[in-house]
């Protein structure tokens, strides 16, 4: 398309030298692949996957990823416009060292674009959930991450508090073999 421009039109554009950058969603490798719980030193269970996120971001990028591409080309293509709408509006003549110049600004600015690169690092990779009845008490609950090979790091224990006739909720978060902040438990 430059290329007609460039010789069809009263100005040059950007020749197309950076590449039009987009970004790429990557999983990360699943270590923990459940949490073992135990009440009282007894073994009750382990935690069940009821919502994988990461699957259903990579299979929602894969559908959107056509617009994703459209987008970064359309956005190209618009600043290929501004910089011969510059030069058009500038009465730059065609093949001059201002209108070489414009161009390199514009290849330039071409060059700064970058893909969308943030990071879904603080998101969980599974949600997973475990239900357990418990009689009315305090009850001490370890969990404990586990691999595909075993066991992968340390214990980690709360005191629960548990109230007849009530739910009461633990949320952990175990990205890898330690556990990221403190248990929340939320009950009456």
């Known amino acids: 398309m430059c290329e007609i421009v460039n010789a069809v039109g009263q100005q040059t554009v950007p020749p197309n030298v950076a590449p039009v950058k987009v970004p790429q969603l ?22 069940s996957t009821v919502t994988d996120v990461t699957d259903l971001a990579l299979r929602q990028y894969q559908a959107i990823y056509p617009r994703v591409v459209a987008r970064a080309v359309a956005r190209r293509c618009l600043k290929k416009g501004v910089v011969y709408g510059a030069k058009q509006v500038s009465d730059v003549t065609k093949g001059s ?10 290849v330039a600015w071409e060059a ?34 586990v691999s595909g090979h075993g066991s992968l790091g340390q214990v980690s224990s709360v005191q629960v508090p548990i109230t007849d006739g009530r739910n009461t909720y633990l949320l952990a978060n175990f990205p890898g073999p330690m556990l990221v902040g403190q248990v929340l438990v939320g009950g009456p």
């Not at 990360?28 to 382990?46: A, E, F, H, I, L």
Request: glycine share 10%; charged share 20%.
């Open 112 to 145: 700064t674009e970058s893909a969308d690169t943030r990071c879904w690092g603080l998101l969980p990779d599974k949600i997973q959930v475990l239900r357990v009845e418990l009689p009315e008490g305090q009850h001490r609950v370890d969990l404990m991450p």
């Open 26 to 47: 990557i999983g990360q490798p699943d270590v923990v692949r459940t949490v073992m719980v135990n009440v009282g030193n007894q073994p009750v269970g382990s935690t």
């Open 97 to 106: 060292a201002v209108g070489l110049a414009v161009d390199l600004a514009g």
